[in-house]
């Protein structure tokens, strides 16, 4: 089935009622006192965000903002797609697909929207297995799948040629896009990426002062922050009971990546993205029902018996932008394809499109317009 159909957003009175319903009745657990944040997300800023979620978050004008953007639906492989189609009127446009980092969705890039359409024809697409291109109907939904998919849904919207941009694991996704098809893809824009090391010493000399220290807060987030890779990549079906029956978990499970995947100088997470688009996107989680389902996609990584071998090097042109987050190293990037933009940010974390949306597109911009 290649059709192409409309889509919008309606959720039912009936499932506002029962969110707010199901907030109301939150079963509280204990916790020590004096904790923090150390030891997971604190009891009394939960509450707090609850309480909003359910009084003071209109989600029917979110609803109403989104359905504002083209929405469409197909179908690759018995797997559902979702992706919101903008085209700019500027007759040199460049269509441009990007891609979203777990626990994000399409709904991070409304900040940003009516900036990048003044260059681009966006393609805003929702992962396999999230929102509204889920629940995941099989296995086998690792990253090369991803990217196959992603391209087959260009061609069906008559793309030939086009760019591609994505944010932590959708930046895993465009790096195999333009591996596989470099007569299509014109250039690939990342920002959240992560890179790895071998085990050649060489790649440990010489490193700058601040290449150190993206490297040390690697190795400090596998030792400290790794708790939900491991559980999504491990059991994915048993955490989706807890997180699918309470919107509270389903919080929580979110909004902790929120505070520790943006830009350290913002105190609480809704100080780095808006408490309202931090809702918005938990929101979509909830009402799609799709929390098990994006876990499913770590399990794919981790279990894809090809993660790991090497693979060639890409040949399409790769801009990297860093927030004060990331943690890239420019010579373990340039192994998967000539990295010819490299921005050094002086603000905003993985959620760059909504921590610092000027930022984000005028570095998007910046590199398509030099290739």
Not at 28 to 38: A, S, Y
Not at 88 to 100: K, Q, W
Not at 219 to 236: A, C, H, L, Y
Request: charged fraction near 25%.
């Amino acid at each position: 089935m290649t059709e192409i159909r409309p889509f919008r957003i309606e959720i039912s009175q009936a499932d506002l009622d029962d969110l707010r319903d199901r907030l109301s009745r939150t079963r509280w657990t204990p916790e020590i006192p004096g904790q923090g944040w150390q030891r997971g997300v604190p009891v009394d800023y939960l509450r707090g965000l609850a309480d909003y979620w359910a009084n003071g978050f209109d989600w029917r004008a979110v609803e109403a903002r989104l359905n504002e953007l083209p929405q469409f639906l197909t179908e690759v492989d018995g797997q559902t797609l979702h992706f919101a189609h903008v085209r700019s009127t500027n007759p040199d446009a460049v269509p441009l697909l990007i891609s979203h980092d777990w626990p994000g969705s399409f709904v991070l890039y409304l900040p940003v929207v009516e900036a990048l359409r003044e260059d681009f024809h966006l393609v805003l697409i929702s992962t396999p297995g999230v929102g509204y291109s889920g629940p995941l109907t099989g296995p086998g939904w690792a990253a090369p799948k991803i990217a196959a998919t992603f391209h087959e849904v260009m061609a069906r919207l008559g793309y030939e040629r086009y760019g591609v941009q994505g944010t932590g694991g959708g930046a895993a996704t465009v790096v195999e896009m333009g591996r596989q098809a470099p007569d299509k893809v014109i250039g690939v824009h990342v920002n959240g990426h992560i890179t790895f090391p071998s085990d050649d010493p060489a790649d440990f000399a010489d490193l700058t002062e601040a290449e150190q220290d993206r490297l040390r807060r690697l190795q400090e987030f596998r030792d400290d922050k790794m708790g939900f890779n491991v559980i999504q990549s491990t059991r994915p079906q048993t955490l989706a009971f807890g997180l699918h029956d309470s919107p509270v978990g389903q919080l929580a499970w979110i909004v902790e990546k929120y505070k520790e995947w943006t830009d350290p100088s913002a105190e609480l997470p809704e100080d780095a993205v808006g408490r309202d688009l931090l809702l918005a996107n938990v929101s979509l989680y909830w009402f799609t029902g799709t929390a098990g389902s994006s876990a499913n996609l770590y399990w794919e990584m981790t279990h894809d018996p090809n993660a790991w071998t090497p693979k060639p090097k890409s040949q399409v042109p790769l801009g990297v932008a860093l927030g004060v987050t990331d943690v890239t190293v420019r010579r373990f990037a340039e192994r998967e394809a000539p990295v010819t933009h490299w921005t050094e940010l002086p603000a905003g974390g993985n959620f760059l499109s909504a921590e610092e949306p000027k930022l984000f597109a005028d570095d998007v911009r910046a590199f398509f317009q030099a290739i």
